[in-house]
């Protein structure tokens, strides 16, 4: 069974910087599309980046080229570098397998002003 164990986030102050980790396990981990969402307080949960097998990046607008994401294949890991953060990036982050129902566990991200 695919498990998707998250490290990384806490508390850092406007403009400082996280980087976020998702390992996982197995085979569907290693040949989809992983993704970084992200749910703030009364928001909706919104996609931060993916990056495809190959190493295809995509990234939402909110992520201003302050983000980036990034995997190791021989690690079973991916990585979600965050930059100049902003307290408007506060949030609950998550790993996703694209087009699976697979999240991590969720990772506690605070931007303090």
């Known amino acids: 069974q695919v498990q998707l164990v998250q490290s990384g986030g806490g508390l850092v102050q406007a403009g400082g910087s996280l980087r976020l980790s998702c390992a996982g396990s197995?085979?569907?981990?290693?040949?989809?599309?992983i993704g970084w969402y992200r749910q703030a307080p009364g928001k909706q949960r919104e996609l931060v980046a993916s990056i495809s097998i190959t190493g295809l990046r995509t990234y939402a607008d909110s992520s201003g080229g302050r983000f980036t994401i990034s995997r190791d294949n021989a690690k079973n890991t991916v990585s979600l570098q965050m930059n100049s953060l902003k307290p408007e990036d506060t949030a609950v982050y998550y790993c996703r397998v694209e087009g699976f129902s697979l999240w991590g566990q969720g990772t506690q991200v605070t931007v303090s002003s």
């Open positions: 197995g085979s569907t981990f290693r040949l989809n599309t």
